[in-house]
């Protein structure tokens, strides 16, 4: 279980939660690879990051990306992402993770961003903030690889100083 500090405040779907708030969703005594980042500063549209770790199994996850107002993909989660039955309002990163078929076919909501220094969640969070989003949850930020997975969980320390 990954533990955070937490304010009460807001809420997400009806459900009361804190201005910042992350945990790891158990199953069957195992920590499932599926990381819940919520920063929600006061109620707006729902907006879920769909980040490229291993895409979520559990209902919780899942019901957020069920619900949610709109969902920003990291561009290697758009194909998981489609092929669950649900489209993106944007993708985006450097571009180099997305199947060409998919680039031409959603070619009017591709944002590239091609900065070396930032992996694709980080991308995804500032291209949300750059739209005035405040209530975003991210899913799928663990799992796959190991150096994603610590660059995604670095991003609480960075966005719990930017979004307080």
Known sequence: M????A?????????KTPDFACR??????????????IFNLMKSESIVILANGNFPQS??????????DKIICCDGAAEDLIGFGLNPAAIV???DSIPEK???RFASILQPDYDENSNDLTKAAR??????????????ATGKREDHTLGNISL???YSETLA
């Open 2 to 5: 990954v533990s955070c500090k």
């Open 7 to 15: 304010r009460s405040s807001g809420k997400i779907n009806g459900v």
């Open 24 to 37: 790891s969703i158990i199953e069957g005594g195992s920590c499932v690879s599926t990381l819940i980042i």
């Open 59 to 68: 209902d919780i996850p899942l019901g957020y990306l069920r619900n949610a």
């Open 93 to 95: 990163g450097d571009m």
């Open 102 to 104: 998919l680039k031409s």
């Open 127 to 140: 291209y949300c903030l750059s739209k005035g989003y405040n209530d975003i949850v991210i899913v799928g």
């Open 156 to 158: 609480l320390a960075e």
